[in-house]
């Protein structure tokens, strides 16, 4: 029980002292960034999932 007290205390004391938090600013940017980047990504599998969905209704239709 004592080395679970001495990890929690432990982990307070890296977070509070030894850990570098971003500035405002600089989590704004990162955020937009993963925005961008997200909505990028979500267009490109858009575009794969209609691109597919076309091809196949071809293909069942020549089948037909």
């Given at each position: 029980?004592?080395?679970?007290?001495?990890?929690?205390?432990?982990?307070?004391q890296?977070?509070?002292h030894?850990?570098?938090?971003?500035?405002?600013?600089?989590?704004?940017?990162?955020?937009?960034?993963?925005?961008?980047?997200?909505?990028?990504?979500?267009?490109?599998?858009?575009?794969?999932?209609?691109?597919?969905?076309?091809?196949?209704?071809l293909?069942?239709?020549?089948?037909?």
């Amino acid at each position: 029980m004592e080395s679970l007290k001495t990890y929690i205390e432990g982990a307070y004391q890296e977070l509070m002292h030894k850990v570098t938090w971003p500035t405002w600013s600089e989590l704004q940017s990162s955020g937009i960034i993963v925005f961008v980047a997200s909505a990028i990504i979500g267009l490109v599998v858009l575009a794969m999932d209609l691109a597919s969905k076309n091809v196949t209704e071809l293909i069942y239709n020549l089948l037909r």
